[in-house]
T-cell receptor, first 117, second 114 residues
Framework: AQKITQTQPGMFVQEKEAVTLDCTYDTSDPSYGLFWYKQPSSGEMIFLIY??????QNATEGRYSLNFQKARKSANLVISASQLGDSAMYFC??????????????FGQGTTLQVKP | KAGVTQTPRYLIKTRGQQVTLSCSPISGHRSVSWYQQTPGQGLQFLFE???????NKGNFPGRFSGRQFSNSRSEMNVSTLELGDSALYLC?????????????FGEGSWLTVV
C-alpha cells in the first residue's frame, strides 16, 4: 500500500543555514508524483515543489530543492538560507498514477521546522 | 490569478447539526479534492470531483458528502455532526493534462463541533 513517512517530528535550524527535511515513500506504481507543502499556523497549505517519478533531474524552486533518490524511495526537501518566515509545518505527499488520472494525495505526518534567529 | 477560495474560514456548530463548506477552485481547474486534517489522524483524503463527477472517495462515513457544480465550484456537507468532526477542512484544485498536475490548496475551513 502507498505510504509516506516523515521521521522528523520537529527540527531546529539557525537562520541563514540550510536544512534537510526527510521523506521516504512506498509505492508499487511506476508512475507517481511527490509534493512538498508548507503549512503555517494559519492553516493554508502552500505548494513548494514537485518531483515526477520519471523526472531525470532533481526539482528546484528558488531556495527549495528536492533530493530525489528513486532507488532508495526518498524525496528529501532541502531549504537553503533559512529565514524566520520558514518556520512552519512541512508535509511530504505522493500522488500515485499518471497526473491525468487523479488529484488524490497521500500525506506524511509532517515535520515542524523552527528557524532560530 | 486568484487562488483556491474556501468559505467560511471559521465556524462553530453543535453536535447533531449539519454543515456545508464551499470551495472555488483556481480559474480553469476542473478537479477539486477535499481533505480533513486533525491532530490525531493527520491529513486524510475525503473525495475528489472532476467535471461534476466523483472520481475518488476516501474512507469516511456516509455523513460526509460532496458535489461539484458546472462552474467547478464544490461543496462538501457533513450531516449529524459529531465532536470528532472538529477539524481543518482543506480544498485543493488541479488542472489535469499538465505533466506535473500541480495541486493547489486553499486556506481551509476550521470547523469546531461543540
Amino acid at each position: 500500500a502507498q505510504k509516506i513517512t516523515q521521521t522528523q517530528p520537529g527540527m531546529f535550524v539557525q537562520e541563514k543555514e540550510a536544512v534537510t527535511l526527510d521523506c521516504t515513500y512506498d509505492t508499487s506504481d511506476p508512475s507517481y508524483g511527490l509534493f512538498w507543502y508548507k503549512q503555517p499556523s494559519s492553516g493554508e497549505m502552500i505548494f513548494l515543489i514537485y518531483q515526477g517519478s520519471y523526472d531525470q533531474q532533481n526539482a528546484t524552486e528558488g531556495r527549495y530543492s528536492l533530493n530525489f533518490q528513486k532507488a532508495r524511495k526518498s524525496a528529501n526537501l532541502v531549504i537553503s538560507a533559512s529565514q524566520l518566515g520558514d518556520s512552519a509545518m512541512y508535509f511530504c505527499a505522493m500522488r500515485e498514477g499518471k497526473p491525468s488520472n487523479t488529484g488524490k494525495l497521500i500525506f506524511g505526518q509532517g515535520t515542524t521546522l523552527q528557524v532560530k534567529p | 490569478k486568484a487562488g483556491v477560495t474556501q468559505t467560511p474560514r471559521y465556524l462553530i456548530k453543535t453536535r447533531g447539526q449539519q454543515v456545508t463548506l464551499s470551495c472555488s477552485p483556481i480559474s480553469g481547474h476542473r478537479s477539486v479534492s477535499w481533505y480533513q486534517q486533525t491532530p490525531g489522524q493527520g491529513l486524510q483524503f475525503l473525495f475528489e470531483y472532476f467535471s461534476e463527477t466523483q472520481r475518488n472517495k476516501g474512507n469516511f462515513p456516509g455523513r460526509f458528502s460532496g458535489r461539484q457544480f458546472s462552474n467547478s465550484r464544490s461543496e462538501m456537507n457533513v450531516s449529524t455532526l459529531e465532536l470528532g468532526d472538529s477539524a481543518l477542512y482543506l480544498c485543493a484544485s488541479s488542472l489535469f493534462g499538465t505533466p506535473e498536475n500541480t495541486i493547489y490548496f486553499g486556506e481551509g475551513s476550521w470547523l469546531t463541533v461543540v
